[in-house]
């Protein structure tokens, strides 16, 4: 059993919902980066989505967008966020998502990716832009099956099409909100609730939520369907907004420690 599958087995026995936290790899700088999310994962971070910064992120908002500026600005690139992810996996367990568009794995190679991804400790690759019908030719070229392949679902998929993405999915399904892209309001916890239980009756995997959740209460609400609650432009406000604060890193991780109070169901 990998650690994706490990993670989510103990938290069902516990009666938890798993709190997954993305920020990008880089932000506000390297150093820092490592720092905050070392600090992430001792705070009781679930699972950990590292952000490949990538300068047209088209589904996230602009609190994501920024940091991925930042990020690129700084110098980050794919090899040094494979030298970060060794090193977080150095100090860590828990499970490590992988999260990007399409374009950067392609331009470091699919097969090169993967072998570098496992080989640095990571778990699993969210490809934001890439369907099931084009992703034989990343994986094609993948030796093993020892990177799981995370699928965003948006909240617009018939049922159908959810059964095709959840047949080719592995690891965890990441199951979008509301239309419209990261960190932008209006969530519908009826909808979500709603949406949470349909992709459940197609597939045997877990379960995550994300996009446009922020607060305990929301984290509260949403655990209450789903197998685990993803945040991200709520750690990334925090970055943006203490980018030269002497505490930013302890701030960070005191947030952490409120979101995941709230996933106790």
């Known amino acids: 059993m990998n ?50 910064p990538f300068s047209d992120p088209t589904a996230d908002g602009p609190v994501i967008q920024r940091s991925s500026a930042r990020s690129l600005a700084g110098g980050t690139n794919l090899p040094a966020v494979m030298t970060m ?35 640095a400790g990571a778990d699993g690759v969210l490809v934001v832009d890439l369907p099931p019908e084009e992703s034989d030719e990343m994986t094609d070229l993948w030796p093993g099956e020892a990177l799981s392949l995370i699928r965003l679902v948006a909240p617009t998929t018939p049922r159908e099409r959810m059964q095709t993405i959840a047949g080719a999915a592995s690891g965890f399904l990441y199951l979008v909100s509301k239309t419209g892209v990261t960190g932008s309001d209006g969530l519908d916890l009826v909808a ?37 609650v993803v945040i991200g432009s709520a750690f990334e406000r925090i970055i943006e907004e203490n980018l030269d604060h002497p505490e930013l890193v302890p701030m960070v991780g005191d947030a952490v420690k409120r979101l995941k109070g709230a996933t106790v169901r």
């Open 3 to 52: 650690r994706i599958d490990t993670t989510f087995k103990n938290l069902k026995e516990k009666g938890e919902s798993g709190l997954v936290g993305f920020v990008t790899a880089g932000d506000p700088d390297m150093q820092r980066s490592l720092e905050i999310v070392q600090t992430m994962c001792a705070a009781g971070l679930d699972v950990l989505e590292l952000g490949i």
């Open 85 to 119: 992810t060794r090193e977080v996996r150095a100090a860590t367990d828990i499970p490590i998502i992988l999260f990007s568009y399409y374009n950067p794995i392609l331009a470091y190679g699919p097969g090169e990716f993967y072998d570098d991804a496992v080989a």
């Open 192 to 228: 979500v609730s709603a949406n949470t239980a349909v992709l459940k009756s197609v597939s045997n995997l877990p379960v995550c939520v994300g996009f446009g959740i922020s607060t305990p209460e929301d984290v509260a609400a949403v655990a209450a369907a789903a197998d685990g």
